[in-house]
């Protein structure tokens, strides 16, 4: 037959071999036309004096501060020094559960579970503080419209309450005739598993999700039940991007949009991450958004003892994967640098991203996390990646001769697998490396056939492959 193009389709895992999807996509991104490269991370500060859980950028006006939970403390990096410096109120803190943040005008604002609601006011502050005498413990808080939404409350004691500051007054806790401030228990739907905002709130239950909006007086907010049954599994799991919330429920990932829910999991990647997550960790799970490239990403801990991130391309509707040493992923926003504070980083070798790179101009978002007690950017060279076009079939029996590969900027080297029947050994071959042209000579002889394409080099993005399939005869 004539070489044959196939494209690096989608990667659908919870599908069978045979139905032309990839059946791996791992360390790349994906894109309109095949899959991008997945960036290394990179460390962005020194070590802090403990463990790391978070981490937040607080901005207003031209100024960029960025913040990092611990299991006691807060820290607030130093450009100058790439130190993490404690910034926690006197004494520290109690508990060890992660740190949540919201920023409400020039105020940040920050949750534990253990202290009362903490603030920093940006440009201004030295260390955080109780926000007021009045302010709730909780576990999750949002910013819903002009007030500071607070959720599951009290260490856990009231699990299911939420409570809200006064109008535009994030010091004002105390329910009463002088104030809109006041509390709602929700008794449908288990425990608050996270909420989000912006211009109603959503709450996310372990068997339901809340939809709470702003009425004015009496009652200030109304609480309408969306969905009853699909809740939240973590609240770890929780990341929001214009308007839509990602989540991930007993049976999968979904989105809502304030008015329904939609599973964008289903039949792609639900199965997958259940048998390949480790249950036991599930509450180290976090959820960030890249909004530069579209995509809404979940850091979990794996049965092999690591660390995975599932990437969700939302205006695709893609999925891929990738292998990480993080333990925490966040959006961020640098602080920014000046040409002498790059010295801190030692050699140009040593700076996380080249000069060019938008970490550097800061306010700038970006993909973040954290490596135990450093914040890292994703910033770094391309990681190792690896494509796996699904089962190819011509005839009974077939040899393959020939791949070449379509990948922009960059070069592979290619492995391929087959096998006479599908419940025979899946087994690659020794590694090729392509030519100057991309080319590939392979034999390998079967009725179904794998490629393992691996890019190399400084590349973009890969797109598909040409291979020669010959029939061959039987005897």
Same mark, same amino acid.
């Given at each position: 037959?004539?070489?044959?193009?196939?494209? %690096?389709?989608?990667?659908?895992?919870?599908?069978?071999?045979? #139905?032309?999807?990839?059946?791996?996509?791992?360390?790349?991104?994906?894109?309109?036309?095949?899959?991008?490269? %997945?960036?290394?991370?990179?460390?962005?500060?020194?070590?802090?004096?403990?463990?790391?859980?978070?981490?937040?950028?607080?901005?207003?006006?031209?100024?960029?501060?960025?913040?990092?939970?611990?299991?006691?403390? *807060?820290?607030? %990096?130093?450009?100058?020094?790439?130190?993490?410096?404690?910034?926690?109120?006197?004494?520290?803190?109690?508990?060890?559960?992660?740190?949540?943040? &919201?920023?409400?005008?020039?105020?940040?604002?920050?949750?534990?579970?253990?202290?009362?609601?903490?603030?920093?006011?940006?440009?201004?502050?030295?260390?955080?503080?109780?926000?007021?005498?009045?302010?709730?413990?909780?576990?999750?808080?949002?910013?819903?419209?002009? %007030?500071?939404?607070?959720?599951?409350?009290?260490?856990?004691?009231?699990?299911?309450? #939420?409570? /809200?500051?006064?109008?535009?007054?994030?010091?004002?806790?105390?329910?009463?005739? !002088?104030?809109?401030?006041?509390?709602?228990?929700?008794?449908?739907?288990?425990?608050?598993?996270?909420?989000?905002?912006?211009?109603?709130?959503?709450?996310?239950?372990?068997? +339901? =999700?809340?939809?709470?909006?702003?009425? +004015?007086?009496?009652?200030?907010?109304?609480?309408?039940?969306?969905?009853?049954?699909?809740?939240?599994?973590?609240?770890?799991?929780?990341?929001?991007?214009?308007?839509?919330?990602?989540?991930?429920?007993?049976?999968?990932?979904?989105?809502?949009?304030?008015?329904?829910?939609?599973?964008?999991?289903? $039949?792609?990647?639900?199965?997958?991450?259940?048998?390949?997550?480790?249950?036991?960790?599930?509450?180290?799970?976090?959820? !960030?958004?890249?909004?530069?490239?579209?995509? #809404?990403?979940?850091?979990?801990?794996?049965?092999?003892?690591?660390?995975?991130?599932?990437?969700?391309? /939302?205006?695709?509707?893609? /999925?891929? !994967? !990738?292998?990480?040493?993080?333990?925490?992923?966040?959006?961020?926003?640098?602080?920014?640098?000046?040409? $002498?504070?790059?010295?801190?980083?030692? &050699?140009?070798?040593?700076?996380?991203?080249?000069?060019?790179?938008? =970490?550097? #101009?800061?306010?700038?978002?970006? *993909?973040?996390g954290v490596t135990t007690n450093k914040i890292v950017t994703f910033t770094g060279t391309n990681s190792t990646a690896s494509l796996i076009v699904g089962d190819m079939e011509e005839g009974y029996n077939s040899v393959m001769t020939l791949v070449r590969s379509q990948i922009d900027n960059g070069s592979c080297n290619i492995s391929v697998a087959s096998r006479r029947l599908l419940d025979g050994t899946v087994t690659y071959s020794t590694v090729t490396s392509t030519s100057t042209e991309n080319r590939a000579s392979v034999r390998s002889a079967g009725r179904y056939h794998r490629v393992k394409?691996?890019?190399?080099?400084?590349?973009?993005?890969?797109?598909?492959?040409?291979?020669?399939?010959?029939?061959?005869?039987?005897?």
């Amino acid at each position: 037959m004539a070489v044959k193009r196939i494209p %690096f389709g989608e990667w659908l895992p919870d599908q069978p071999s045979i #139905v032309g999807t990839m059946q791996d996509a791992t360390n790349v991104i994906p894109v309109a036309s095949g899959y991008g490269a %997945f960036p290394l991370s990179a460390n962005y500060s020194n070590a802090a004096s403990q463990t790391l859980t978070n981490l937040h950028a607080a901005k207003f006006n031209n100024l960029t501060q960025v913040f990092a939970g611990g299991t006691s403390k *807060l820290f607030k %990096f130093n450009a100058a020094t790439l130190n993490l410096d404690d910034v926690s109120k006197t004494g520290a803190y109690a508990g060890s559960a992660r740190w949540y943040f &919201t920023q409400f005008g020039n105020v940040l604002l920050a949750v534990n579970d253990a202290a009362k609601v903490q603030a920093w006011t940006v440009g201004s502050s030295t260390v955080f503080a109780d926000v007021a005498a009045a302010a709730p413990v909780a576990k999750y808080i949002t910013t819903v419209r002009d %007030f500071v939404v607070c959720a599951n409350l009290d260490g856990g004691t009231n699990a299911n309450k #939420v409570q /809200w500051s006064d109008l535009n007054d994030e010091t004002n806790w105390t329910s009463g005739a !002088a104030s809109q401030s006041d509390f709602q228990i929700i008794s449908d739907g288990g425990n608050i598993q996270g909420i989000t905002g912006g211009e109603f709130g959503l709450i996310l239950l372990e068997r +339901g =999700i809340t939809r709470m909006s702003y009425i +004015g007086s009496p009652y200030f907010f109304q609480f309408d039940n969306i969905s009853r049954g699909i809740g939240c599994v973590t609240g770890g799991s929780v990341a929001q991007y214009g308007g839509i919330t990602y989540f991930l429920s007993d049976d999968g990932f979904y989105s809502c949009d304030g008015k329904g829910i939609i599973p964008i999991g289903k $039949e792609k990647v639900d199965r997958y991450f259940y048998e390949n997550m480790n249950s036991s960790g599930i509450d180290s799970m976090s959820a !960030a958004v890249d909004p530069v490239r579209s995509l #809404v990403m979940w850091n979990y801990a794996n049965i092999s003892g690591g660390r995975s991130i599932l990437i969700y391309n /939302w205006k695709l509707g893609k /999925w891929s !994967a !990738a292998e990480t040493t993080t333990t925490y992923i966040a959006s961020l926003a640098t602080s920014g640098f000046t040409l $002498e504070e790059l010295d801190a980083f030692g &050699t140009l070798d040593a700076l996380p991203a080249s000069l060019d790179d938008r =970490i550097w #101009v800061g306010g700038k978002l970006l *993909l973040g996390g954290v490596t135990t007690n450093k914040i890292v950017t994703f910033t770094g060279t391309n990681s190792t990646a690896s494509l796996i076009v699904g089962d190819m079939e011509e005839g009974y029996n077939s040899v393959m001769t020939l791949v070449r590969s379509q990948i922009d900027n960059g070069s592979c080297n290619i492995s391929v697998a087959s096998r006479r029947l599908l419940d025979g050994t899946v087994t690659y071959s020794t590694v090729t490396s392509t030519s100057t042209e991309n080319r590939a000579s392979v034999r390998s002889a079967g009725r179904y056939h794998r490629v393992k394409v691996t890019p190399t080099g400084d590349w973009t993005t890969a797109v598909s492959i040409d291979v020669n399939l010959e029939q061959q005869g039987t005897r």
